[in-house]
């Protein structure tokens, strides 16, 4: 097929950028910073309530290991848990997590378009996108607790949250294609995927570690609190560049790999042309 004619590099570039990915990023990385972290903002101050005294900004500055002006400024940009709980309502906690659910839209309809599907339509497309936000908000919530870990406790033990955190990409990457696409796939076809997926948020994971501090001093010294957020909110879109660039290249490592019959039902004639 003259899809498999071209290279690999070339494929994933045209895929990228005939499937509009930049604008899906920013679309994803929006609707992220506008529903993820509100709601693990919320969900700390809940589950910090026995500790009164702690606030999100001191867990940030120990987690990064901020001083001086920086962490200043961290700290002044969350609030204390106690104003947090008085404001988180019902209908709070609905409104962002509606903003999560658009996530899952914008990143199910990145899926359909890199792979030449159908997108999901009517109460499954609803269901399936609701299930992935809570994965995503449970593996983002887990990601940072055990980056915590070594964090505070000393870098010997990413020994052992390193390959726990290994296990919970690649699980999120192998069930994510199977939640998101309209079509069937077999969990073989998809561990290629998945590996991909795995190595590339753990790095993303360990990234975080050593870029967020600089981009944290470096914003918060410019823009005070709003600051805080901005790093926040890049770091929020390249996290969505290279979840759109995932699902580009396996698509692509489908393709290649599965019997030629296979990808011609299922892929859509404009896609295989690429």
Not at 164 to 187: E, I, Q, S
Not at 235 to 244: A, N
């Amino acid at each position: 097929m003259a899809m498999r004619a071209v290279d690999i590099p070339t494929s994933i570039v045209q895929r990228f950028f005939r499937i509009d990915g930049i604008r899906k990023a920013m679309l994803m990385a929006f609707n992220l910073f506008i529903s993820i972290i509100p709601l693990i903002i919320i969900t700390f101050a809940y589950v910090s309530r026995i500790r009164r005294r702690i606030s999100l900004g001191q867990v940030f500055n120990e987690q990064f290991h901020l001083h001086g002006e920086t962490a200043s400024v961290v700290i002044r940009a969350f609030p204390p848990t106690y104003n947090i709980i008085k404001i988180a309502s019902i209908i709070a906690i609905v409104s962002f997590a509606l903003g999560g659910f658009d996530v899952g839209s914008v990143f199910q309809t990145t899926f359909a378009d890199a792979w030449g599907v159908p997108r999901l339509r009517g109460w499954r497309g609803s269901v399936r996108g609701v299930i992935w936000f809570v994965m995503v908000f449970a593996t983002f919530g887990l990601s940072q607790i055990l980056q915590r870990i070594p964090a505070k406790n000393g870098p010997l033990l990413y020994a052992v949250t390193v390959p726990m955190v290994m296990v919970m990409n690649y699980v999120f990457w192998l069930v994510t294609p199977r939640l998101l696409l309209d079509k069937p796939l077999a969990w073989r076809d998809l561990r290629p995927g998945a590996i991909l997926g795995m190595l590339a948020s753990t790095g993303l994971w360990i990234a975080s570690q050593i870029i967020l501090p600089g981009w944290f001093s470096w914003y918060g010294t410019g823009f005070g609190g709003v600051g805080i957020a901005l790093a926040l909110l890049s770091w929020t879109y390249v996290v969505s560049i290279v979840w759109v660039i995932i699902v580009v290249i396996s698509a692509i490592m489908w393709e290649r790999s599965a019997p030629l019959d296979e990808v011609a039902d299922l892929v859509e004639p404009n896609i295989i042309g690429i």
